[in-house]
Nanobody, 124 residues
Framework: QVQLVESGGGSVQAGGSLRLSCAVS????????MGWFRQAPGKEREVIAT????????YYVDSVKGRFTISQDNAKNLVYLQMNSLKPEDSAMYYC?????????????????WGQGTQVTVSS
């Protein structure tokens, strides 16, 4: 059974940094897509970063490019999201997700496996 567990969320001031971790169990990370999503109150969930674990190729939504970095540690079955220069508009519940590459790009995949989420709050 696939399990994803996020950690690392918290409260920071604008301009600060956080690193989110996603621990993956029961799931082989090879040839797979991993994604970080977020959902703020009253807003739709959005994909913010993905990584194709075989090749290490990444995608970022424009709003986080240059500030966030997704990475993987295959040996530890961990996926990270390093978030720098945080802004109040980054405040949201952050989720990691996993699935096979069922579309052309990982960002287009309809993910089957989700973590429970970790809250990120950025104050101005």
């Amino acid at each position: 059974q696939v399990q994803l567990v996020e950690s690392g969320g918290g409260s920071v001031q604008a301009g600060g940094s956080l690193r989110l971790s996603c621990a993956v169990s029961g799931y082989t990370m090879s040839y797979k897509c991993m994604g970080w999503f977020r959902q703020a109150p009253g807003k739709e969930r959005e994909v913010i970063a993905t990584i194709y674990t075989t090749a290490g190729s990444t995608y970022y939504v424009d709003s986080v490019k240059g500030r966030f970095t997704i990475s993987q540690d295959n040996a530890k079955n961990l996926v990270y999201l390093q978030m720098n220069s945080l802004k109040p508009e980054d405040s949201a519940m952050y989720y990691c997700a996993a699935d096979r590459l069922t579309s052309v790009y990982c960002r287009e995949v309809s993910y089957s496996y989700w973590g429970q989420g970790t809250q990120v709050t950025v104050s101005s």
